[in-house]
């Protein structure tokens, strides 16, 4: 939220102001304006969350190996591969969590290229 309302913050003035004074209200001001240009800000925090989420695994591995209700995709896995020599499975979550990461990437690959970053 900290970083979010930065952006708010440094997003012009001038341009909000100028909404308004064509006669833009509030509502078309965000979705035209402010959601636009905080955007970038918004693909780069949620690129993070997912990452921070997919890291969980080693966390909760060590502290309870999934049980007591703390399974993470990751760890299921993890259990399907080695525990329980279920290649097939495992496979497939893996499979599987590739297809969930693929749009993130694409979409954080887009937009690296559109603003010129190698």
Do not use: C, H
């Amino acid at each position: 939220m900290v970083i979010l309302s930065a952006t708010y913050k440094g997003l012009p003035r001038q341009l909000l102001e100028a909404a308004r004074i064509d006669g833009a209200n509030e509502w078309k001001i965000f979705w035209k304006i402010i959601f636009p240009l905080m955007m970038p800000t918004i693909t780069v925090l949620i690129t993070t969350q997912v990452i921070g989420v997919l890291k969980v695994f080693d966390i909760v591995y060590v502290m309870t190996n999934g049980n007591f209700g703390t399974e993470v995709i990751a760890n299921r896995m993890y259990k399907e591969m080695f525990n329980f020599r279920n290649f097939g499975r495992a496979s497939t979550i893996a499979v599987v969590l590739l297809l969930l990461i693929l749009p993130m990437m694409l979409v954080n690959l887009w937009r690296f290229r559109r603003e010129g970053v190698r």
